[in-house]
Nanobody, 120 residues
Framework: QVQVVESGGGLVQAGGALNLSCAASGNIVSVDNMGWYRQAPGKERELVATIASGGRTNHADSVKGRFTISGINAKNTVYLQMNNLNTEDTAVYYC??????????????WGQGTQVTVSS
């Protein structure tokens, strides 16, 4: 049993900042990588940022210089620091985790999503 839970979403004004958190828990041996995706109304889900177990990160072009992913430490937790938010960042943000289970199989898990709304 694995649970992935996000938190930290909310309503902010344009130019503001939010810090999202995501924690994976359960029968976990190790976490290969984690990341953030987002989906705005009328749009497909898109990748925001990823971080591998070794610490290497990748950020989508649309958020480079504004968003920073970090974490994937011993607590299997990642963060997304979002600065200089604009209205186009409004979306439901989903946490993704690729996990090695105690059954010695790999699986992919998604959080329930946290709403980020940026007002002008």
């Amino acid at each position: 049993q694995v649970q992935v839970v996000e938190s930290g979403g909310g309503l902010v004004q344009a130019g503001g900042a939010l810090n999202l958190s995501c924690a994976a828990s359960g029968n976990i041996v190790s976490v290969d990588n984690m990341g953030w995706y987002r989906q705005a109304p009328g749009k497909e889900r898109e990748l925001v940022a990823t971080i591998a177990s070794g610490g290497r990160t990748n950020h989508a072009d649309s958020v480079k210089g504004r968003f920073t992913i970090s974490g994937i430490n011993a607590k299997n937790t990642v963060y997304l620091q979002m600065n200089n938010l604009n209205t186009e960042d409004t979306a439901v943000y989903y946490c993704y985790a690729k996990i090695l289970l105690r059954s010695f199989t790999n699986d992919e898990y998604w959080g329930q999503g946290t709403q980020v709304t940026v007002s002008s």
